[in-house]
């Protein structure tokens, strides 16, 4: 594990970027996971005895890296899920997708139904029982021509499971790297990054915009010499 790259931190939370493949919070993999890497940093950091509180107040799916806030006290905790709840708290990401989109811009909306035992979701139907509506907006950055691969921002209006992974890949342009809905590259590391987070402080009701992009390397050389922010 490289080093923990904390983007901010004050009393109240702090923020942070996750690398690709590390989960969120601990899973039956045993693998180390967020919440005990920032934990143990803050011990360390601050010579603290027992156990070190922190709040999980959304996830990224294990292969995505990118920006994530962790809550410091309770009171910050509860304030931020209230802003996950009310989507005052809010999250743009970057992906690298197969092919040329027709169009600069646009919206998806579909419904996507889950399956627990494969841990994967796909687009149905309006009516099936247990689909949730998912929307996103997207904008393409970017085309390279030369190896027809696209970067997109996008920006979630709702929080479905692999939703953008299932909607892109639903309009034919999958992400690169995606080992589950992808057609390119597969078995490499997803071209998916939060790379925005806005927030309202918990304490001091400031508006913040925290942001944080890959590593030039991999697919996404593409960001080379292109202003995403």
Known sequence: MNELKVIYEDNHIIVVEKP??????????GDIDMLTIIKQFLKEKYNKPG?????????????????MIFAKTSKAASRLSEQVRNKTLKKE?????????????????????KNEKTNTSKIVQEKVKNSKYAKLDYEVIKYQKDIDLSL?????????????????????????????????????QISLWAYKLGIEHPVTKETMIFTD????IGPWVVLKDTNIM
């Open 20 to 29: 690709p493949n590390i989960p969120s919070q601990s899973d039956k993999t």
């Open 51 to 67: 156990n070190v509180y922190l709040g999980l107040v959304h996830r990224l799916d294990r292969p995505v890296g990118g920006v």
């Open 213 to 216: 992009i890959p590593e030039k």
């Open 93 to 113: 990401y970057i992906a690298i997708v197969d092919g040329k989109l027709k169009e600069k811009k646009g919206t998806l909306e579909n419904y996507l139904l």
């Open 152 to 188: 997109l921002k996008i920006f979630l209006h709702t929080g479905r499971h692999h939703q953008i992974r299932v909607q892109l890949s639903g309009i034919g342009h999958s992400i690169c790297g995606d080992q589950k809905y992808g057609t390119r590259g597969r078995g490499k």
